[in-house]
């Protein structure tokens, strides 16, 4: 059973451009959420979605970043116009039911995508 | 603020010695987890305590939790340098919907 698949591992970005940070869940789970890590932080929660549906986007910033999560393939975490700021590690993890709560349903988490805007 | 805030910020210790990091949080949650994160690599699941629990054990990893302290020690026992890694807890918080909500890790250098 694969886990959760993240690809690029690493990407580079010029000022301005677009980078596209794609996430497969793993076999069963459609619940996703994405993470951003800057360096020496922990993670910072950016959104949750399920299929097709966004649940929670409390943590994205509210221009340039966009997620989808379509009924067929991964889900898509897209960064327009990238600045420097966005330069982190994105990770990406999936749960088969919705995570938390008392049956503290476990989130499984890529090994992420490392974004560098130049 | 941030929910979690782990204690040290870094650890440095010989093989063979007992780890010990400590996690603070300021609401009330459902559960407690703790991950590692080797450097430059995604996290992997540690363990998960319930806000029900008080103390679960896995392996070499010892977690307790004290809700009326809001806080959380992991202790790594016969620490191994494969154990170099930054450790996070991640609280789930009544609140705070589906979110993990982490702290900014404890950096554990392990000396062979």
């Known amino acids: 059973n694969a886990g959760v698949m993240q690809n690029p591992r690493h990407l580079v970005r010029r000022r301005g451009q677009e980078a596209r940070l794609r996430c497969s869940p793993m076999?069963?789970?459609?619940?996703v959420y994405w993470y951003r890590q800057l360096p020496e932080e922990g993670l910072k929660f950016m959104v949750y979605?399920?299929?097709?549906?966004?649940?929670?986007e409390s943590g994205m910033p509210k221009e340039r970043f966009s997620a989808e999560f379509p009924k067929e393939g991964p889900s898509i975490l897209r960064i327009q116009q990238v600045v420097r700021g966005d330069s982190a590690a994105y990770f990406c993890?999936?749960?088969?039911?919705?995570?938390?709560?008392?049956?503290?349903?476990?989130?499984?988490f890529g090994e992420g995508s490392w974004l560098t805007v130049v | 603020s941030q929910q979690g805030e782990e204690d040290p910020q870094a650890l440095s210790i010989q093989e063979g010695e007992n780890a010990t990091m400590n996690c603070s949080y300021k609401?009330?949650?459902?559960?407690l987890q703790w991950y590692r994160q080797n450097s430059g690599r995604g996290l992997v699941h540690l363990i998960l305590?319930?806000?029900?629990?008080r103390e679960k054990h896995s392996g070499r990893l010892r977690v307790t939790l004290d809700t009326s302290k809001k806080s959380s020690s992991l202790l790594i026992t016969a620490s191994r340098a494969a154990d170099t890694a930054s450790y996070f807890c991640?609280?789930?918080?009544?609140?705070?919907?589906?979110?993990?909500?982490f702290g900014g890790g404890t950096r554990v250098l392990v000396k062979p």
């Open positions: 993890a999936s749960s088969r039911d919705r995570s938390g709560g008392s049956n503290g349903n476990t989130i499984y």
């Open positions: 076999k069963g789970h459609s619940h």
């Open positions: 979605l399920q299929k097709e549906n966004i649940i929670d």
């Open positions: 609401t009330s949650i459902n559960n």
């Open positions: 305590i319930r806000s029900n629990e």
């Open positions: 991640a609280t789930d918080a009544l609140t705070a919907g589906n979110k993990l909500t």
